[in-house]
């Protein structure tokens, strides 16, 4: 199947800091991605829908200007926490569209924020 | 009403059981339907994926989907202890549109 990448697959950083999450597809290309966030013991929830060379669409609630994402190429897409809290510790998880229209999913980042 | 609904369990079964795993949708206009494996602090993994209604089999596993009840499946023979992880079914409208998951069935597998 098609591999999903993601780094780094955990982080811890000081409150006000900014976090990078990069999500590559590695051996196919994807037109579009999406990011996810999941609390313990809840369901994956959708925060954006990237499509390469264009703005992403965010889900209602989600703050575009804390979660920024650049979708600049076919294989990456980043989501970048601005002045992250610790509210915003969770486990993002990052996942590509293949042509056949199935979702591929990244093993997940975690992120800590003290 | 969420639009996936799933018992988020845990369903404890023994070795070798049949595992039956199920899951109610809303949205009627849902084409796609799947079912991902997720084991603890790791990525979802695709598992089945269907279109429409009707019957797959992948192995030990069989996904369901039944329109008509808006109610999707998934069958695991002979359980493994390595199949102990949460499940969940998602479905989509297609065309690109985004996928929605249920919260997941936590299943453990007891040797």
């Known amino acids: 199947g098609a591999v999903v990448s993601q780094h780094p697959s955990w982080v811890i950083c000081k409150s006000g800091t900014s976090v990078k999450i990069e999500c590559r597809s590695l051996?196919?290309?994807?037109?579009?991605m999406f990011w996810y966030r999941q609390f313990p013991k809840q369901s994956l929830m959708l925060m954006a829908t990237?499509?390469?060379?264009?703005?992403?669409?965010?889900e209602q609630g989600v703050e575009k200007d804390k979660f920024l994402i650049n979708h600049a190429s076919l294989t990456l897409s980043t989501l970048t926490v601005t002045s992250a809290h610790p509210e915003d510790s969770s486990f993002y998880i990052c996942?590509?569209?293949?042509?056949?229209?199935?979702?591929?999913f990244g093993p997940g980042t975690r992120l800590l924020v003290l | 009403q969420k639009e996936v609904e799933q018992d988020p369990g845990p369903l404890s079964v023994p070795e070798g059981a049949i595992v039956s795993l199920n899951c109610t949708y809303s949205?009627?206009?849902?084409?796609?339907f799947m079912w991902y494996r997720q084991y603890s602090r790791k990525g979802p993994e695709l598992l089945m994926y269907?279109?429409?209604?009707g019957n797959k089999e992948d192995g030990r596993f069989t996904a369901q989907v039944d329109k008509s009840s808006k109610y999707i499946s998934l069958f695991i023979r002979d359980s493994q202890p390595s199949d102990s992880a949460t499940y969940l079914c998602a479905g989509s409208l297609g065309g690109y549109q985004k996928v929605t998951f249920g919260i997941g069935t936590k299943l453990q597998v007891i040797p």
């Open positions: 990237s499509n390469e060379g264009s703005k992403a669409t965010y």
């Open positions: 051996d196919f290309q994807a037109t579009t």
């Open positions: 996942s590509a569209r293949t042509f056949q229209e199935t979702q591929y």
């Open positions: 269907t279109y429409s209604s």
């Open positions: 949205n009627s206009a849902f084409q796609y």
